[in-house]
């Protein structure tokens, strides 16, 4: 039997304060999505098919490099966010939420990065 009140039940079960953040986070993002996906449709779009030159002197460009640099990373942090969401709500398991959540993690932020470099590499080094 239990001497505690329902109050003292529910102490840390509840919300850990960071709910706004998250939302706000995710709103965030979306709405900077919106135009960097517009300005990376605009410099990759004409870049398919083209030739291996044609496509190393457009990320030659500073602000092209920069706009889909900031692309990628944004979108992959987007990703990251959404999955997260995805697994906290359907993943029971505690050992197999810690795993997913952190697999998932590295996997975004890897390629993320991956793109970033890949892009910088060719603005730097052609």
Same mark, same amino acid.
């Given at each position: 039997?239990?001497?505690?009140?329902?109050?003292?039940?529910?102490?840390?079960?509840?919300?850990?304060?960071?709910?706004?953040?998250?939302?706000?986070?995710?709103?965030?993002?979306?709405?900077?999505?919106?135009?960097? /996906? @517009?300005?990376?449709?605009?410099?990759?779009?004409? &870049? +398919?098919?083209?030739?291996?030159? #044609?496509?190393? !002197?457009?990320?030659?460009?500073?602000?092209?490099?920069?706009?889909?640099?900031?692309?990628?990373?944004?979108?992959?942090?987007?990703?990251?966010?959404?999955?997260?969401?995805?697994?906290?709500?359907?993943?029971?398991?505690?050992? /197999? @939420?810690?795993?997913?959540?952190?697999?998932?993690? &590295? +996997?975004?932020?890897?390629?993320? #990065?991956?793109? !970033?470099?890949?892009?910088?590499?060719?603005?730097?080094?052609?």
């Amino acid at each position: 039997m239990s001497y505690k009140t329902d109050l003292g039940r529910v102490i840390g079960l509840g919300a850990a304060n960071e709910g706004v953040h998250e939302w706000f986070t995710g709103r965030v993002l979306s709405v900077a999505l919106v135009p960097l /996906t @517009l300005a990376f449709l605009w410099i990759v779009g004409p &870049l +398919i098919g083209a030739e291996h030159a #044609a496509v190393v !002197a457009a990320f030659q460009n500073p602000f092209k490099a920069i706009v889909v640099i900031l692309f990628l990373l944004v979108v992959f942090k987007h990703l990251a966010d959404g999955i997260k969401e995805i697994l906290l709500d359907y993943v029971h398991g505690k050992a /197999t @939420l810690t795993i997913s959540l952190v697999a998932t993690r &590295l +996997i975004c932020y890897f390629f993320g #990065a991956a793109g !970033a470099f890949a892009v910088a590499k060719i603005a730097f080094a052609g």
